[in-house]
């Protein structure tokens, strides 16, 4: 007999935020040979040696500045996401961090305690990169195959494009973009250039020349960038943002290397330098309000529009608990299971 479940699982946040956390909560991410990918001595060295001795006293204020009665804003949204699907749905709902709490390994053995011998995979990550959606993936598969070897454990696959996300941010967004507004900056996370190049199977198309993301090529199935690109063009599609009032940028770079331009603390300067005055950014790449939405955008980010010229920088919300984002999910559910019955139905 199978019996299934869904596992939700998003990036994590430290328990608290004290330094002591915060620290706990960087050692484990940037020990992630995904997210740091060099060689483990190089990788231990950069990480004790160079970043928490300074970092976490940095990152547990801006913590701090978030931080709610009841927790982590990236916990507390998730989990009334996870309960509300849970309502919508007549299986296990399961949520998971991939670093921290709750963590991954919690979850599985919460599945395994359930008799649960299918579960579905849905990673909370809209776009493929290496240190989010494949870390995420795989260090569930590791777990499984360790702690539920029996259990089939299927992954939906990233839907930067898909129409129902489509729709859900458009909805999310809908009265932010219905007040005047000069412009849009879609703001993605950043990641090193060297990610793109790792992630291209065909070792010669991501960032090989400027137009690679309008190219078509296998490689934009592990491209971040590329579909970072889509889900702007599905987005202005639909809601018809004319071409000069939009850009691209990539914030949260760590360290001196090249990470994928423009970065978004300069394009805010620049934008406000060139006359805007009203600007509106939406951060696609992230599905619950976390630290580098509310306090890099909505605090510093903030800031800095408005030091530079600026007069109002609108930070559209996350998807969090959009009744359309919940529909996605519910359907990305249904769809792979099509004989699972809705608790409405």
């Not at 699907?85 to 053995?109: D, F, G, H, K, T």
């Not at 795989?138 to 089939?152: I, L």
């Not at 850009?247 to 805007?276: K, N």
């Not at 359309?324 to 999910?329: P, R, S, T, V």
Request: with cysteine; charged share 20%.
């Amino acid at each position: 007999m199978t019996t299934r479940a869904v596992l939700l699982v998003n990036l994590g946040s430290p328990d608290s935020p004290t330094e002591a956390d915060v620290r706990r909560y960087l050692r484990e991410f940037l020990m992630d040979p995904r997210v740091l990918d060099a060689p483990w001595p190089v990788r231990f060295f950069v990480v004790n040696a160079t970043i928490l001795p300074t970092r976490p006293r940095e990152s547990a204020h801006a913590y701090s500045k978030i931080w709610t009665s009841e927790g982590s804003p990236l916990i507390v949204t998730s989990r009334r996401v996870q309960e509300k699907l849970q309502r919508q749905l007549s299986v296990p709902v399961v949520l998971a961090m991939r670093y921290q709490n709750p963590s991954i390994e919690r979850a599985v053995q919460s599945l395994v305690a359930q008799g649960i011998t299918e579960t579905f995979l849905i990673p909370l990550f809209p776009h493929y990169a290496m240190s989010s959606y494949e870390s995420a993936v795989e260090r569930v598969r590791e777990v499984v195959r360790r702690a539920a070897p029996r259990m089939t454990l299927e992954v939906m696959p990233p839907y930067y494009a898909h129409p129902d996300y489509i729709s859900a941010l458009v909805a999310s967004t809908s009265d932010v973009l219905a007040a005047p507004y000069d412009h849009v900056l879609f703001s993605f996370h950043g990641l090193p250039e060297r990610h793109m190049r790792k992630a291209d199977p065909t070792g010669q198309h991501c960032l090989a020349t400027k137009d690679c993301c309008d190219t078509p090529s296998v490689a934009h199935d592990t491209c971040y960038r590329a579909q970072c690109f889509a889900t702007v063009r599905h987005f202005v599609a639909s809601t018809g943002i004319p071409s000069s009032k939009y850009s691209v940028s990539f914030q949260s770079r760590l360290g001196s290397e090249p990470w994928l331009q423009p970065y978004t603390d300069q394009e805010l300067v620049r934008l406000a330098t060139s006359g805007i005055k009203r600007l509106v950014v939406l951060c696609p790449a992230f599905v619950a309000d976390c630290l580098e939405t509310l306090e890099e955008i909505g605090l510093r980010g903030r800031q800095s529009f408005v030091q530079a010229g600026g007069e109002e920088l609108t930070l559209a919300p996350c998807l969090n608990e959009h009744p359309l984002w919940l529909g996605a999910l519910e359907r990305m559910v249904t769809s792979r299971w099509s004989d699972v019955a809705r608790r409405d139905g």
